[in-house]
């Protein structure tokens, strides 16, 4: 089973949610809409939906979590802490130096909700931070160099001897690059 986690105002009927379960069935692709700027509450939240999908596929052994960028911040904590392989797609390092920048009123693009993203919640983020790379968790990194709002080549060199990265040229933050990358992430959950 796969569990695709969405970044920063974003939510689980996204357009890549949508792609991914169209073209990875027969295996269910989870996507949950979750609380991503809250630290806590995103943790808690994340877990215990794990929990609840394992007893409802229970014959799905084997669990990949997908995570875009604040979800692949999400889906690396969680990996180790729940028995996951990991696939990143161009995941967010530190989230909690990244969003300093947008503390103030936001609006969610996917579920239209509008609230105001705090300083204390951006720095709740750095509770949740590990090291980008552990070599006991099978990962697999998708980065697009024209990815705008972080630095594909930092995080390229983040995750250097921790599984496998695909790095493609050009595309965006949105990550371009689905369809060639849909093997490596198939090869992944056979893998597992």
């Avoid at 997908?66 to 690396?76: D, H, P, V, Y």
């Avoid at 160099?145 to 040229?169: H, K, N, Q, V, W």
Wanted: proline letters at 7%.
């Amino acid at each position: 089973m796969f569990i695709y986690l969405h970044g920063f105002n974003s939510g689980g009927a996204s357009q890549k949610a949508a792609w991914l379960r169209e073209r990875l069935a027969p295996i269910p692709v989870l996507s949950p809409t979750y609380p991503a700027h809250r630290g806590v509450e995103a943790a808690t939240f994340l877990l215990d939906y794990i929990e609840r999908a394992r007893r409802e596929h229970p014959d799905e052994r084997k669990l990949v979590l997908i995570g875009s960028s604040l979800g692949g911040f999400w889906a690396q904590w969680l990996a180790p802490r729940v028995g996951a392989a990991l696939v990143l797609i161009n995941p967010a390092l530190k989230p909690d130096a990244a969003l300093d920048d947008v503390v103030g009123p936001q609006r969610n693009e996917a579920t239209g909700e509008e609230y105001v993203l705090t300083a204390e919640q951006v720095r709740a983020l750095r509770a949740y931070r590990i090291e980008p790379c552990d070599p006991a968790v099978p990962t697999l990194v998708l980065l697009d160099e024209g990815d705008e709002l972080l630095d594909s080549r930092a995080t390229a060199g983040a995750y250097r001897g921790c599984g496998e990265i695909l790095l493609f040229p050009g595309g965006s933050h949105r990550f371009d690059h689905l369809a060639e990358s849909k093997g490596a992430i198939l090869a992944l959950h056979e893998t597992r």
